[in-house]
């Protein structure tokens, strides 16, 4: 006899309502209701929502562009901060403003 053919709850079978020591009928005999597999109290599913996969892919994607462009702009202010004050005062810079403007911070608009 297989597992299906039994009078006893086995292993294999899913169905919950089977008490120990009692006798059922084999699933294909005696009624029309399948045994139905239950979700578990905790389900998790297989992958997050593809919105939060976008959602957190932006705001990553976004960090990393904010962040080459800081390291941009401030080799530009260290490039130009290695000339003396003379040539700085020809192109029309100071150095007390290109070193406040290092340090400010660089928003988007």
Known sequence: MNAFHT??????????????GS??????????????????TFYMPAMPPLGLIDALEGWIVGR???WQRRRHFRRQIANLLVHDDRILADIGLDRRELERASRLPLRKH
């Open 7 to 20: 009078l006893h709850p086995t292993p294999q079978c899913r169905d919950t309502r089977h008490a120990s």
């Open 23 to 40: 006798e059922v009928p084999p699933h294909g005999e005696g009624g029309d209701e399948r045994p139905r597999n239950r979700l578990p």
């Open 64 to 66: 990393v562009r904010q």
